[in-house]
């Protein structure tokens, strides 16, 4: 399954996987989140790790854990830019890999790659990715309830979908591919297949109410607060000649300040400030300090919020 399929995704992913392993271990100040959402794919998508618990719990399977069971598996993960969604969503398959001791499979599908053009194209391609990992999971539920092997759908970019509701009221066709991503995954959930999809967006205030509705989960990342800015920095600048009070000093100049109310995103401190000072020293034939660091930074300027003016 990890072959590139019709030139439908990107690209599949076999979790466990060392580079996966990596990447997550790169990840600061998500360990509470990424657990839990964990531990929730892992109840929707395998009957039995519910049902076992309930019979420890309560002697039987009570009805309660029936209704759990009967929701849909999806993720919805909204947000402003670089703030995690992708990267959580790409990786969370090799926690679930490990924790379950079973094989994961990553489908990852962009919207704004692949769909962009015309509505029914997107249509189209929501309907085909729906069709190949159902296919390809039809098989993969035991008789007993449990699974041999999860899926992970990952619809990126998904603002597309989002649209206003005046404007899909304006164009009616642009309803079609929210219907196509409805039918999709409430066809997986009928057939129980063990599949979690992820859907990315930028909008949620813009995303359609029925999708919304049917989200076992809605999580809206932010921005790094302090302490994760801290932790990041201490661990992207380690080994520089910047002590622990100089990286807590950039995290300060970090932060929002009253003429601009925004902090700096993961991304922006990931991949473009630190990358900058390194450059700037490089350049300089110096070493990484602190004064080069708040040069950098004087120049470096946060992404604004989705939704401003300008990105
Ligand atoms: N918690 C984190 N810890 C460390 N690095 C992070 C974290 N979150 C994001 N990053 C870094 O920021 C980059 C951007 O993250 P990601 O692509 O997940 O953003 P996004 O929320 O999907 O943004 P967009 O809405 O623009 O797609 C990642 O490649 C990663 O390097
Ligand atoms: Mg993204």
Known sequence: MSETIDGLFARTEDFPNPSAQARRAALVGLDDLIERL??????????????????????????????????????????????????VAEVIGQVIATRTDSDVTLYPLSLTARGRGAVGEMTTLLTRAFERISADFAKARRTDGSASGLGILLIDEADALAQSRELAQMHHEDRAGVNALLRGIDGMRVDRLPILTIL????????????????????????????????????????????????????????????????????????????????????????????????????????RPFGGATR
């Not at 892992?42 to 209704?67: F, K, N, Q």
């Not at 029925?210 to 801290?230: K, S």
């Not at 300060?252 to 020293?281: G, H, K, M």
């Open 38 to 87: 964990v531990t929730d794919a892992v109840a929707l998508l395998d009957p039995s790790v519910m049902e076992t618990w309930s019979v420890d719990m309560h002697g039987e399977v009570i009805p309660a854990v029936r209704a759990l069971l009967d929701r849909t598996p999806l993720f919805v993960f909204a947000g402003d830019v670089g703030v995690g969604k992708t990267e």
């Open 200 to 303: 990315c967006t930028n909008r949620l205030d813009a995303l359609d109410p029925a999708v919304q509705r049917r989200a076992a989960t809605i999580e809206v990342f932010g921005r790094p607060n302090h302490a994760q800015r801290v932790a990041l920095l201490t661990r992207l600048l380690a080994g520089s000649l910047m002590s622990l009070s100089d990286i807590e000093a950039l995290a300060d100049a970090t932060a929002e300040t009253v003429d601009r109310p925004y902090s700096y995103t993961y991304s922006d401190l990931r991949q473009r400030l630190v990358p900058e000072i390194v450059l700037a020293a490089y350049r300089q034939r110096g070493a990484v300090d602190s004064v080069i660091a708040h040069e950098v930074l004087g120049r470096t300027a946060p992404t």
